[in-house]
Nanobody, 115 residues
């Protein structure tokens, strides 16, 4: 099983980034997918989640209205579109695949919001 994130980087406040997470080695469409983030010295927090069929999404309070999660099951990929980024969005962003007792994590990608 493998989850590989990409799309992180350095962006100015107010800018946008799109993160991608591609899975392999499991039936991607059967898993709920989510994005988490962890900033230095802080606990990991849920950013957004999406069901296998994309009919249910949920967002962390601090990103509602700015971030959008989506998925393309044909490409085994989940996306996180991040708009109007703020310095407090700086963190390592990781994707997670979960179905019943099966729980997989990616290695993460760094997002830095700074002028």
């Amino acid at each position: 099983v493998q989850l590989v994130e990409s799309g992180g980087g350095l962006v100015q406040p107010g800018g946008s980034l799109r993160l991608s997470c591609t899975g392999a080695g499991f039936t991607f469409s059967s898993y709920g997918m989510s994005w988490y983030r962890q900033a230095p010295g802080k606990e990991r927090e849920l950013v957004a989640g999406i069901s296998g069929t994309s009919d249910i999404t949920n967002y962390g309070h601090s990103v509602k209205g700015r971030f959008t999660i989506s998925r393309d099951n044909a490409k085994n990929t989940v996306y996180l579109q991040m708009n109007n980024l703020k310095p407090e969005d700086t963190a390592v962003y990781s994707c997670r695949a979960r179905r019943f007792q099966y729980d997989y994590w990616g290695q993460g990608t760094q997002v830095t919001v700074s002028s």
